[in-house]
């Protein structure tokens, strides 16, 4: 199990390269940002700890860089461990052990924790405590700095309500509106040297989805097309639509997988299983139902039923 502590004072938490470095630099969820501002003065003036925090929402919005920030912002330390890392109690407690006062510590998946494991963090969380058993002694509660636990989860609906009670804060993560991601893609497109004209701009925004992670992958593709592809520095008409060529992207990010996904549903005329359209698109049921299915389903193009995927 790897655990990463990051000292705030001499190095940009959780960065590597492209992730915003502080609130002003993320963009989107100002509704949590307002919020966590506040948090993190209150700890400051009263020279404690934030509230434990719970982020949800779909992988690639930014839950890991907003942890990052509010270590960086509040002067305070973060560890950070991925849930399914956490095998033993003993293993969570060793974590627990090691924080200092007001340090962060950053779980993601947090779902996928254990309930024995959960059972250990309800009592650190509210309390400060963990109980060791002693074999001469019996149950021994022991003291821990006091802490912050930020949890990140995907699937917010798979955990236990005891665990989400001790929670002071539960932020949802939304996607990008339109004009954030046209200023997102720019700022990432100027910061690789390339321009393109406002109307452009709105166009090439149309075919990615709205998730962070997506559009910074994208704006990528856009610069090695044309660094590789072309000898300009400013994308035009002619260059957008060779790059949409290329890549076979089409809007809102679909690719021939998604359109692939489509044409078999088509052709069947009847509800199909997961398991069924995974062995015709070549790849395993995960991956159909955790990379393609939820873009179509948020385009309107399926809906999954009793009897299987249909369209609509």
């Known amino acids: 199990m790897e655990i990463k502590k990051i000292n705030t004072e001499t190095q940009a938490p959780i960065s590597n390269g492209h992730r915003p470095g502080d609130f002003d630099e993320f963009i989107g969820q100002d509704h949590i940002k307002g919020v966590i501002k506040t948090a993190i003065d209150s700890a400051k003036k009263r020279k404690g700890h934030i509230g434990h925090i719970l982020f949800s929402g779909p992988s690639g919005f930014g839950k890991t860089t907003m942890a990052g920030i509010i270590s960086k912002q509040s002067s305070v330390n973060i560890k950070t461990v991925t849930g399914y890392a956490i095998t033993k109690p003993a293993e969570i407690i060793s974590i627990l052990n090691s924080l200092q006062e007001g340090d962060i510590l950053f779980i993601d998946e947090i779902h996928r924790l254990r309930p024995n494991i959960e059972e250990v963090l309800y009592i650190a969380m509210e309390d400060f405590v963990i109980d060791m058993v002693m074999p001469e002694w019996g149950n021994v509660r022991i003291p821990i700095n006091p802490f912050t636990l930020i949890w990140a989860t995907t699937k917010s609906e798979s955990m236990s309500q005891p665990i989400k009670n001790r929670f002071v804060y539960h932020f949802h993560f939304m996607e990008y509106t339109p004009q954030e991601k046209q200023f997102i893609i720019n700022k990432y497109l100027t910061s690789h040297g390339i321009s393109t004209s406002p109307q452009l701009l709105i166009d090439i925004a149309s075919k990615v989805d709205s998730v962070p992670r997506e559009i910074h992958n994208f704006c990528i593709k ?62 395993n049921e995960k991956a159909v139902e955790e990379d393609i299915e939820p873009l179509l389903m948020k385009l309107g193009k399926i809906e999954k039923s009793a009897a299987g995927r249909v369209l609509i």
């Open 222 to 283: 856009i610069r090695d097309f044309v660094i590789t592809k072309t000898h300009e520095t400013h994308i035009t008409e002619s260059i957008r639509d060779n790059f949409l060529t290329h890549t076979q992207i089409d809007d809102w990010g679909m690719t021939p997988l998604h359109t692939k996904y489509l044409d078999i549903l088509r052709e069947a005329d009847r509800p199909l299983g997961l398991k069924t359209i995974a062995v015709q698109l070549g790849i």
